[in-house]
C-alpha cells in the first residue's frame, strides 16, 4: 500500500467547503513532490457536493458517514479521522485551518502521535520534506518549520492556497459508515450571525474604526461592503465601544486576516490592528490625517473624510458593477 | 471541585518584533512581558464558576517557563486564584511539549475542569487547550464564548466562522475562552497584597520530545507605502481604476 497524504474535507450543512478543495490541492502538489498518493477524507451524513471534487485530480474519496454526524462532534469527528488515518497509513494530514479544523487537528494528532504545524501559508517540498511557513504574533514575524515526528500534520491558512483544477479527472468516492460514534461532546444548534460574512474567509473586508463616529455610522461600511460582496471587519478601539460584536474584530487579539482586498476607515493603524492586516494583498486607507500610521502599509490612500468618502466609493462601485 | 487555569506569559501587544541572532527567536531586549490577554477571560471564568459552585472549590493557575513567568502567576493570584504552579522550563518547547507538561500537571491535581486562553498572541497555534484535553482524555470546547455549568453538564456557545455553536458535553472537560465570554476582573488592593504573600509552587516541566523544529525567523517583506490618491471624494474614480486595472482585486 502507497503511503498517503490525507485532505480532510470540511463540510457544513452538507456541503464541502471551498477551502476543501484548497486542502485537497496541497494534499495532491506535496504528493506528487513527495512521491505519495494523495486521498481525501470527510465526515457527515449526507453531502450534496461531493462530485466537485473530481476537478482537483485527488483520485479517491472517503466518506465517514452516520446519521448522527451531520453536526460537528469534535469527539466523534475525531475518532473517525484518526482511525481512518491509522488504518490508511496516512503519513500526512491536511486540515483547512477554521473554527473546526483548529478544534480537530490537534485532537487527531494526539491520537496517532503525531507533530502538527497550524495556519501554514507556504507548504514546500526541500529534501524530501516539508517545510511549512507560518505567522507567528499576529504576523509580526514568520517561521519556517519542519516536523521530526513519524506522522505530520499540517493546517493550512484559508484563501492562501488556490485551488489548481486538473483536467479531466475523476474521483472514486467511497462511502465507509462510522458504528456508535462517540458524542461526547456534541453540537446541538448553530446561531447565524446577522453579519453576512465572515472575516476570516472573506475575500475582501472593509473595516471601520473610531473615525466612524458612532454605531450608527457603520451602515456606510456595510453599503459599501454589501456592493463589494466583502465582510465587516472592526478595529479594537469599535468593539471595546460595543459599536461591533467582537468576532469582526481584526488585530493582533482579533482574527489574523489576509484577504485579497482590505479597506481600512477611520483606523488610525495601530501596531496591534497592523499586526492582524498587513499580509493582506492589497490595502486601502481612508483616514483624514495623512501621517497616520495605517499609511504605512497601504498600497492607496486617501487622505481624506470617511463620511464624504464612503458613499462616493460605494456609488462609484455601484456604476461599474452594473 | 478543582479547577485549572493554563496561562502562558507573552510579549506585550504593542512589541516591535525584532528576530534574535540565533533567526529562531525574537530579540527579547527591551520587550516587556505581559499575560496572555486570553488567558485573563479564562481566570475571569474559572473565578465565576468557583463562585457559583461554592463549596471547597480551588483555582490553581498553572504555567510552564522559566522563572519570568512567576509576574504572570502573581497576577493571576492577584485576580483570586488559589494556588499558582510553575513547571519549570528552559528552552524551545512546541505546543505539543508544553501541552504534555500541563496535562502531566492537571492529572496530579485531579482537577476536572480546565480553562485555557483560545490562542497565546505570540505562537498563535491556539490548540494547547485542545491537545490537553485529548491527553487526558477529556472533552473539549474551544473558542468559546458563552459557558455554563449546570451540575456535570456543560452548555456552552462557539464562535465559528458565520456565527455560534451550542455545544453540549460533560465534566471532565476543558474550555478555551475567547473574548466575549467575560470581563475580566481587575485586581483588588486586597488581592494583591495577598499574591505578594502567597508561594508560587515551582517544579521541573515533564520532559517530553519536541517534535516541532524551527529552521529560521523572519520578518515578513516590509510593504512599500503607497500612493496618497487624493484629500477628498474627487480621489474616488482613480481609486476604483487602480483597484480594477492595476490591482485587480474588484
Ligand atoms: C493587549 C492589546 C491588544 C489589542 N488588540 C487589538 C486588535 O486586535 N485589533 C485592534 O484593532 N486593536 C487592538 N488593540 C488596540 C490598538 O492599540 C488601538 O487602540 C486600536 O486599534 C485603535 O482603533 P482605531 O484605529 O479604530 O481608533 P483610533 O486610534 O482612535 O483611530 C481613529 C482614526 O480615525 C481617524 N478619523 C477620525 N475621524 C475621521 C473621519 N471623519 N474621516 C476619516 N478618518 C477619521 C483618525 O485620524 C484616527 O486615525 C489592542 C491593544 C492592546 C493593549
Keep these: 500500500m502507497a503511503e498517503k497524504i490525507l485532505a480532510v474535507l470540511e463540510q457544513r450543512e452538507g456541503n464541502l467547503k471551498k477551502v476543501s478543495f484548497e486542502a485537497a490541492s496541497v494534499a495532491l502538489n506535496l504528493a506528487n513532490q513527495l512521491g505519495l498518493q494523495a486521498e481525501a477524507v470527510v465526515v457527515g451524513k449526507e453531502i450534496s457536493n461531493l462530485n466537485e471534487l473530481s476537478k482537483f485530480g485527488i483520485s479517491k474519496l472517503t466518506h465517514l458517514k452516520n446519521e448522527s454526524l451531520e453536526n460537528y462532534s469534535s469527539s466523534a469527528y475525531a475518532e473517525a479521522i484518526a482511525s481512518f488515518a491509522k488504518e490508511n497509513e496516512a503519513k500526512i494530514l491536511i486540515f483547512p485551518n477554521t473554527a473546526m479544523g483548529v478544534d480537530l487537528a490537534p485532537r487527531v494528532a494526539v491520537k496517532l502521535n503525531s507533530g502538527i504545524v497550524m495556519d501554514c501559508m507556504k507548504l514546500e517540498v526541500k529534501d524530501n520534506e516539508v517545510i511549512a511557513t507560518r505567522p507567528v504574533y499576529a504576523g509580526k514575524a514568520l517561521i519556517d518549520v519542519k516536523l521530526k515526528s513519524d506522522i505530520k500534520i499540517f493546517t493550512i491558512r484559508p484563501n492562501v492556497f488556490k485551488p489548481q483544477a486538473v483536467d479531466s479527472s475523476t474521483v472514486q468516492i467511497e462511502e465507509k459508515q462510522i458504528d456508535n460514534p462517540n458524542l461526547k461532546t456534541k453540537v446541538t444548534a448553530f446561531k447565524k450571525s446577522e453579519g453576512k460574512l465572515d472575516v476570516a474567509e472573506a475575500d475582501i473586508i472593509v473595516s471601520g474604526g473610531r473615525g466612524m463616529k458612532g454605531p450608527e455610522n457603520f451602515h456606510l461600511i456595510e453599503e459599501l461592503a454589501e456592493v463589494l460582496g466583502a465582510a465587516v471587519g472592526a478595529s479594537r478601539a469599535v468593539v471595546d465601544a460595543g459599536w461591533r460584536p467582537h468576532r469582526e474584530q481584526v488585530g493582533q487579539t482579533g482574527k489574523t486576516v489576509s484577504p485579497s482586498l482590505y479597506i481600512a476607515c477611520g483606523i488610525s493603524g495601530a501596531i496591534q490592528h497592523l499586526a492582524g492586516m498587513s499580509s493582506s494583498k492589497y490595502i486601502v486607507a481612508i483616514n483624514k490625517d495623512k501621517d497616520a500610521p495605517i499609511f504605512n502599509v497601504a498600497d492607496y490612500g486617501i487622505a481624506g473624510d470617511v463620511f464624504e468618502i464612503l458613499p462616493a466609493l460605494t456609488e462609484e462601485i455601484k456604476k461599474l458593477k452594473s | ?250
Design chain 2, 1 to 250: 471541585m478543582k479547577i485549572a487555569v493554563c496561562v502562558s506569559q507573552v510579549p506585550d501587544t504593542a512589541t516591535r518584533i525584532k528576530i534574535g541572532s540565533d533567526h529562531k527567536s525574537i530579540d527579547p531586549t527591551g520587550v516587556t512581558y505581559i499575560i496572555n490577554p486570553y488567558d485573563e477571560f479564562a481566570i475571569e471564568e474559572a473565578l465565576k464558576t468557583k463562585e457559583k459552585i461554592g463549596g471547597d472549590s480551588v483555582v490553581y493557575v498553572i504555567s510552564v517557563g522559566d522563572d519570568s513567568v512567576k509576574e504572570t502567576l502573581r497576577k493571576a493570584l492577584a485576580m483570586g486564584a488559589d494556588e499558582a504552579i510553575l513547571l519549570k522550563s528552559s528552552g524551545y518547547k512546541d505546543s505539543i511539549a508544553i501541552a504534555k507538561a500541563l496535562s502531566e500537571e492537571i492529572k496530579s491535581l485531579g482537577c476536572e475542569l480546565v480553562f485555557c486562553g483560545k490562542q497565546s498572541v505570540d505562537f498563535d497555534s491556539g490548540i494547547t487547550g485542545q491537545l490537553v484535553a485529548e491527553m487526558l482524555g477529556y472533552n473539549c470546547i474551544s473558542v468559546v464564548v458563552d459557558f455554563k455549568l449546570d451540575g456535570n453538564k456543560i452548555i456552552a456557545e462557539r464562535e465559528i466562522e458565520g456565527g455560534r455553536e451550542v455545544v453540549e458535553t460533560e465534566l471532565p472537560a476543558v474550555i478555551t475562552a475567547q473574548k466575549g465570554l467575560n470581563e475580566p476582573r481587575y485586581a483588588s488592593l486586597k488581592g494583591i497584597m495577598a499574591a505578594k504573600k502567597k508561594t508560587i509552587a515551582e517544579k521541573p516541566a515533564f520532559d517530553s520530545e519536541v517534535f516541532t523544529e524551527i529552521l529560521d525567523m523572519h520578518l515578513p517583506p516590509s510593504k512599500q507605502p503607497g500612493r496618497i490618491l487624493g484629500t477628498d471624494k474627487s480621489a474616488v474614480p482613480e481609486l476604483v481604476r487602480l483597484l480594477r486595472e492595476e490591482a485587480k482585486v474588484i
